[in-house]
């Protein structure tokens, strides 16, 4: 396996910094996007790792340390972080927990002060936690800030792209644990370029997308029958819940096991949707022209130029995959739930809905905490979406940490997306390695899978009625 070389020799921490002699452990977010950021802290002189996988006992620590009325995400991260804390050695002076957080109307906002005080109280009051954002000016981080965040964001887009390829991959193979396999290969090989990568910016951003055109090769030679016949489920929600497999009962597998494919949205759409309302708070503080909003803008155009250059070697492969923009999401979810006035998840998932609809998915499933406002007030607003936009359905499933009978409801659920999916009047765009179908009882669905090719670009499989096309 080929990793990035060594062009210059890391450079360590200095005695002086903030996590100089600490170990840092992160929360387990999405598959992949934690092991990732834990690889930049190693890379820039910081011992790091991930929590372990979350069990039953975390639950069960988490709510011992709990009232019983905060958002099911907090218990999850406290479970997991004094399951850390069991582990023989265990020395709370030396450890930082890193919890990215963000402001708007959900509980989110609340997670790290709540954090300290469960700690004080069991006993661990001296793990520090840092939370590094905007608003705080990315503190905790020190002198590594600027390298961080970049490598951070360009984390985030590579270990968002190879998920993508697993989830577009994982339905089809036709030799089980292929896919998985290929994943475990191309995030061991990303996160061993990271640690190995270039002081140089630009000598970086080439080891990532070389690593990513490995990816990208691995996933090719997964054999699968690309049949254009499986249901695409779009999946949206409270970020925490719907990428940690544990709190939502790992669903988007479940999903696949019901013979459907889905599309989740990532990280990266979090981190465009920050950018964006950062921008909109300074024009309406007054300060469209200023030196914070020359600064906001200058890291958009930095971040969109990093991510279309470590997407270069994809752009066949994911073809009709592709992110939704910030600002097509905002315009979507703007008749519902307008930008100006409300803030959150909520705008996202409602946006989402529409655009996975206009993208030719077959429904699209909301990923929520039990009781959570975002999910509660999108769940309110779905059945006007779904008329809108030709009936696409659209279930909502909220989680507490108790046992349900969720593969029914994933049954019963599906059984409305094949349905919608003979009379949707928007066509869905496939890469060119499907074969489009010929009906549902073609023989060309049973025919034995063709080695895959990727040439650009795909195609859509049917034409929408020239109704539909019409706003």
């Known amino acids: 396996m080929s990793f990035a070389h060594h062009c210059t020799l890391k450079r360590p921490i200095d005695r002086g910094h903030p996590l100089n002699g600490k170990t840092v452990y992160l929360p387990v977010m999405g598959e992949g996007g934690s092991e990732v950021i834990a690889a930049i802290f190693r890379r820039l002189g910081v011992e790091a790792h991930v929590s372990p996988p979350s069990t039953r006992r975390t ?52 997670y790290v002060p709540y954090l300290r005080k469960v700690l004080r109280e069991v006993g661990y009051g001296q793990i520090e936690i840092i939370s590094p954002s905007d608003g705080n000016s990315y503190g905790g981080l020190g002198s590594i800030v600027n390298v961080f965040t970049r490598m951070a964001w360009r984390g985030v887009v590579t270990s968002d792209s190879i998920h993508r390829l697993l989830l577009k991959t994982r ?17 061991q090989d990303l996160c061993q370029t990271i640690e190995a990568s270039c002081d140089d910016m630009n000598c970086q951003l080439r080891s990532l997308a070389a690593s990513l055109g490995r990816a990208r090769d ?27 497999t544990f709190s939502n009962e790992d669903l988007v597998r479940r999903l696949e096991s019901h013979g459907a494919e889905a599309s989740l949205s990532h990280v990266a759409e979090w981190v465009g949707y920050t950018s964006f309302e950062q ?12 030196v914070e909003m020359l600064g906001a803008k200058l890291r958009n155009h930095i971040r969109r130029a990093d991510e279309h250059a470590l997407l270069a070697p994809l752009s066949g492969d ?28 909520m705008v996202l998932s409602v946006g989402l809905v529409a655009w996975h609809a206009k993208h030719g998915a ?24 779904s008329r809108d936009y030709g009936g696409i359905p659209v279930r909502s499933f909220y989680f507490d940490g108790t046992r349900s009978d969720l593969d029914r409801d994933l049954g019963v659920y599906l059984e409305l997306a094949r349905s919608y999916r003979e009379k949707k009047p928007y066509p869905r765009t496939y890469p060119v390695c499907f074969r489009p179908p010929g009906g549902q009882d073609s023989a060309q669905h049973d025919t034995p899978p063709k080695p895959a090719a990727f040439p650009s670009p795909g195609r859509a499989l049917h034409s929408p009625p020239k109704e539909a096309t019409q706003e």
């Open 279 to 290: 921008e909109r708070l300074l024009r309406l503080s007054g300060r469209t022209i200023s």
């Open 362 to 385: 077959d429904g699209v499933i909301d990923i929520s905490p039990f009781a959570c406002m975002n999910g509660t007030v999108s769940e309110a607003i779905y059945p006007k979406v």
């Open 171 to 187: 339905p089809y193979e036709t030799a089980p644990g292929a896919g998985e396999r290929a994943y475990s290969e191309s995030l």
């Open 318 to 345: 994911l073809e009709g995959y592709e992110e939704p923009e910030i600002e097509e999401i905002i315009k979507l979810a703007w008749p519902y739930l307008p930008a100006d006035g409300v803030v959150g998840e």
């Open 218 to 244: 691995r996933f090719r030679a997964v054999p699968a029958n690309y049949d254009g016949f499986t249901p695409l489920i779009g999946v949206v929600g409270e970020i925490f819940c719907r990428l940690n």
């Open 59 to 110: 639950i069960e620590l988490g709510g011992k340390a709990t009232q019983g009325d905060e958002c099911f995400p907090i218990k999850v991260v406290i479970g997991d972080l004094l399951q850390v804390a069991e582990t023989p050695g265990f020395k709370p002076e030396s450890t930082v927990y890193f919890l990215p957080t963000s402001d708007g109307p959900c509980r989110f906002g609340q």
